[in-house]
């Protein structure tokens, strides 16, 4: 006599891969975090070079650290340079810092995707396996 799976047992088959689906959806929203991080510290930076006068510039410099990464705040305060091009290089190190928190993250959210999927499959099967009346 051939086989035969309750609907309610693949109803629960297709939630165990959509749980993995769902995971993804949600975790993809924290995927721009970098970017939006990346945003806030530009405007920072631009508000040292907007500043209209030397006190407005002061305050801007003395208010980097709580704004960017310490190292970004680094290169705008402590440098020797123009501040023009201090502020270009801290801008350059803030974007390369983005990508890899971008790629960190990216990474970590792929591998939870794909974890929670194997696991779902895993107990999807097993739950698919024989039943007790055979």
Known sequence: MPRQVSPSRIGFMLCCF???????????FSIPAPVVDAM???DA??????????????AAMAALPARVDADTAAL?????????QRV???SRN?????????????YKIRLMVITMTILSAIFGV?????????
């Open 18 to 28: 959509l749980l993995p689906g769902l995971i993804g959806t949600f975790a993809s």
């Open 40 to 42: 806030h510290q530009q």
């Open 45 to 58: 930076l631009d508000a040292v070079l907007s500043a209209p006068t030397p006190a407005a510039r002061q």
């Open 76 to 84: 705008v305060i402590n440098g020797t340079a123009p501040l023009a």
């Open 88 to 90: 270009a290089a801290a």
């Open 94 to 106: 803030m974007r390369h810092e983005a990508v890899a928190q971008a790629r960190a993250e990216a």
């Open 126 to 134: 097993m739950l698919m396996g024989p039943d007790k009346n055979d």
